[in-house]
């Protein structure tokens, strides 16, 4: 949410949420990132989280 448009790649985001863990698997971001399409999401509107193949993620502000 603080980096809206940009994409932040799974390590980035690993390194912002997790960074007191020692231990994260590259999987977890994945696990965390469809909880928070589940709770966006809203029928009718485009997922506001968008996923850039081989990047990482990135919120699509104009549908977030």
């Known amino acids: 949410m603080r980096h809206p448009g940009q ?3 799974r390590q980035q985001i690993m ?9 994260v698997q590259p ?3 994945d696990v965390y990132i469809s ?3 589940t709770k966006l ?6 997922d506001p989280i968008q996923t850039v193949r081989g990047l990482g993620y ?3 502000v104009e549908n977030a």
């Not at 390194?15 to 231990?23: A, I, K, L, P, R």
């Not at 999401?41 to 485009?46: D, E, F, K, R, T």
């Open 27 to 29: 999987t977890m971001v």
């Open 58 to 60: 990135r919120l699509d």
């Open 41 to 46: 999401n809203q029928p009718g509107l485009a």
């Open 15 to 23: 390194d912002y949420v997790w960074s007191y863990q020692g231990e």
């Open 35 to 37: 909880y928070l399409r």
């Open 7 to 9: 994409t932040l790649s």
